[in-house]
């Protein structure tokens, strides 16, 4: 397999991943609002793991949202 084979193969993933992620986390933080738990001015520390046991791949990165 090629280099340019494995970034395609990579940036469809991390593309569906992304915009999975975004969704679920705008869906969490509008409701935290409504909800009085945030009051939309904090700074808040996510973060994500990607994994895979067949290459023994455990990634997390951290991230801070600034709302």
């Known amino acids: 397999m090629s280099d340019e084979a494995i ?3 990579v940036e469809r993933f991390v593309k ?3 915009f999975a992620a975004q ?3 705008e869906r969490v933080l509008r409701a935290a609002i409504a909800s009085g738990q ?3 001015r904090e700074t808040l520390t996510a973060a994500v793991t ?3 046991e067949k290459v023994g791949l455990m ?3 951290y ?3 600034e709302l």
Do not use: F, R, Y
């Open 7 to 9: 970034t395609a193969a």
């Open 16 to 18: 569906k991943v992304s």
């Open 23 to 25: 969704q679920e986390l």
């Open 38 to 40: 945030l009051q939309g």
């Open 50 to 52: 990607v994994s895979n």
């Open 59 to 61: 990634a997390t990165i």
């Open 63 to 65: 991230s801070k949202i």
